[in-house]
Every structure is written in C-alpha cells, then in structure tokens.
C-alpha cells in the first residue's frame, strides 16, 4: 500500500462579497488530491482536500515542499503499524521534516489542505465515514446529528437592509435557526440599523451572530460590545487582532454575553495562547478554530487535547469554514456544530446533496471517507484532478 501521486489545483471562489476586512473578488482555493494503489468497491482510492475560504490557494507550498516529502518517503514509514492503513500522524510528521517552530501562517493552510485528503483515503482505506472512524479511534460514541447555523449577511454592492433581510428570511426557510451577518465594515449607527432589521425580520424563529473579522482597536471594540450588549445575540465574534489576546480580554469585561473567536489561529500553540490570556470564559464562549486552515486534523487533535488542559469542553466549538471535513470532527469527537454558508463558496462548501437542514441540525449520512461523493458537484470538480 503506498501514495503514487499528490496533486493541487488553484481554484478560484472568488465573489463581490465584503467583510470589515477583505473583499473576495479574487479569492482562491487549493484542491488536492492524494493518489492511493489501493482499490475498494472496484475503485482506485484517492483522497480530496481543500482549504477554507479567506486564504489563498497554496499550490506553491504544497508542489514545491510538502508533496515531495509525501513521495520521496519510504512508503511503509507512512503507513501505521500493521501496514492496513495509512497513518495521517506519521504523514504529517514527515511533512513537516525540516520546519522550524513557529511561522504557523506560512505553511499551515498547505499543510491542512493535505492533512483533509489524507483522513479523506484513510477512512476510505478503512471503508467508514471519517466521523465514525474518529469516534472509535477515541472510544466515543458518534453523533451524526450536528448543529449548523447560516454565515451571509456580507457587504455587498447595493445591497440594503431589506436585501439583508430577505437573505436570512431564505435562511431560515431553509431549516436554519441561527444565522451570521458581519458588521464593522460601515459606521457603528449604520451596523445598528442593520442588526436591528435583521433582528426584526427573524424575531423569535431564529438567534444573530455579528462577525467583525479582526477589524475593531481596542476603543471601537468597547464601544460596538456596549451597542451590541442591548441585544440577544448568538456570539460577538472576531473582534479585534486575531493575535491580540489582551484586546480580547479587556473587551470581554465590557460584553457579559458569548463571543467567539479562533478562525485565524493556525496551531495549538496559539490556541493555548489564546486560552491563557484572552480571557475567554468555557461557560459561554465559543472556538472557531479551522483544521483546513491550521494543519489539518493532526493538529486539531493536540488543540483539542489544549482546550482539555484548560478546561475546555469540545462542545464549545463551533469551527469556521462550513466544510465536510469539520462536520466529521463535529460528528465523531462531540464538537458544539459547524459553521455553513449556504450561497457561498460552492461547490467546495456544504452538505452531501440528500442532507436537509432542520431546527438548525444536518443528520450525516453513512458515506465511506469525508463524504464528498455524496456531493455531485463537488466530487465532478475532484475526480477531474485525478480520476
Ligand atoms: O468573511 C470571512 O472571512 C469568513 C468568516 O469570517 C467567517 O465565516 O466567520
Ligand atoms: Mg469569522
């Protein structure tokens, strides 16, 4: 048993939608694919991957360093002890050969993206979905049944509060029970009428998350948590620096309800940071770290392992980037839900095509691997690359 070919292709995912801090007009996605010579159900396995919106494709990273170390290895070195399957953690490991600590946002998108098509061939390998290999590799029981809420409600070019409202109204239409908008990226007055249409238009059939991206210094963070504090919300999140965990702590004194970050924290050193000095509280706030954007699964496991140190449950995350990939953690290891944008990033994002929303919850399906064979358009776009 051995990998025969890694492959990456940049795609774009690129849309006229704005948050506080970026536009995605041309935004880009790496898909990669990690050949196997192993054949089930009269099929070649081969595992998919691809990272999250909000970083750029990574084809440099993986075709110059990360492939060559997956193909130049000794092939039993990557497999696990009695040669049945792979072993994503020595993978990994031979991966990052030759990679200094720290530097976490040079390499680890490129890293995650391989990390998702690695768990993707070996639960096939395995011939179970990747969330009920996880679980009994943990001695957990699965729970197919995950939270989802909906991410929208960007800046976008002409749109008004009523255009705002119609989207989440489609929203809830669709099954969902929370729903995402952003705010930061126009005056504070401005995001107040915003929130309150969109609190009007969902009234008690749903609850808001506001998302600021990053944007707020410490003065504007303080002022919106105490424009924002006068409503229910889901979460405040991303408020400030991703790395600027004193920020987050002193906005924290002055916001009493959840508040959410993580999406741009690339390792479990920087989890652990966040959880030593941001002062976020395990009783109500929620982790939004991202496997596709910090060094896959491998890594996702040591945070998890972090948050336990810490005191953290894993029902206190809710990860960014509405992909399969996380659904299976979400499924297999009792993480809190998932994230879904349900207009955006497509096809990379979303649920295999039988899968509805209801009262805010998906139910997976029993499909062998991360389950994009369950999703026609995605899994066109894949077996394009290598099959
Ligand atoms: O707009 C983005 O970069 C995505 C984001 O923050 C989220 O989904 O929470
Ligand atoms: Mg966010």
Redesign the pocket.
């Known amino acids: 048993m051995r990998i025969v070919d890694v492959v990456e292709t940049t795609k774009p995912i690129s849309s006229p939608?704005r948050?506080a801090?970026?536009d995605?007009s041309k935004m880009t996605s790496s898909l990669v694919a990690v050949v196997t010579d192993v054949v089930r159900d009269g099929r070649r396995v081969v595992g998919y991957g691809f990272n999250?919106?909000?970083r750029y494709g990574q084809g440099g990273l993986i075709r110059e360093r990360f492939r060559d170390r997956i193909l130049e290895a000794e092939p039993v070195s990557l497999l696990n002890d009695d040669g049945t399957n792979l072993d994503p953690h020595r993978i990994w490991t031979k991966m990052m050969s030759n990679e200094k600590p720290g530097g976490h946002g040079e390499r680890s998108v490129a890293v995650g993206t391989l990390d998702m098509a690695i768990w993707d061939a070996t639960a096939k390998i395995a011939g179970k979905p990747l969330f009920r290999l996880l679980a009994e590799i943990k001695g957990k029981e699965a729970n197919p049944r995950v939270f989802v809420y909906a991410?929208g409600g960007?800046y976008y070019p002409g749109k008004d509060n009523s255009a705002l409202q119609a989207e989440m109204r489609g929203y809830l239409n669709r099954g969902y029970n929370v729903v995402?908008m952003?705010i930061g990226g126009a005056s504070i007055d401005e995001d107040r009428g915003r929130i309150e249409a969109v609190l009007k238009e969902i009234g008690s059939q749903a609850k808001l998350a506001v998302?600021a991206?990053g944007r707020f210094d410490l003065e504007t963070g303080i002022a919106y948590a105490k424009m924002l504090r006068e409503y229910p919300l889901f979460w405040y999140?991303?408020i400030g620096d991703p790395l600027d965990y004193a920020l987050q702590a002193a906005v924290a004194e002055f916001y009493p309800g959840p508040m959410?970050t993580g999406?741009?924290l690339f390792s479990h050193q920087d989890a652990r940071n966040l959880l030593r000095y941001g002062g976020m509280r395990p009783d109500r706030d929620w982790l939004?770290f991202d496997c596709a954007l910090s060094y896959g699964l491998v890594e996702y496991l040591r945070t998890l392992d972090v948050l336990a140190q810490h005191g953290w449950s894993p029902s206190r995350c809710i990860p960014?980037?509405?992909h399969q990939m996380s659904l299976n953690i979400a499924a297999g290891l009792g993480l809190g839900g998932n994230?879904s944008?349900p207009d955006l990033f497509q096809p990379y994002g979303g649920f295999p095509d039988s899968v509805r929303v209801q009262d805010g919850h998906i139910v997976m399906p029993d499909i062998p691997g991360i389950g994009f064979e369950g999703k026609s358009d995605l899994i066109k776009v894949m077996r394009e690359l290598a099959e």
């Open positions: 939608i948050n801090y970026i995605f999250s919106n909000g991410a960007y995402k952003k998302d991206n999140e991303e959410a999406e741009n939004q960014h980037g509405g994230e944008y």
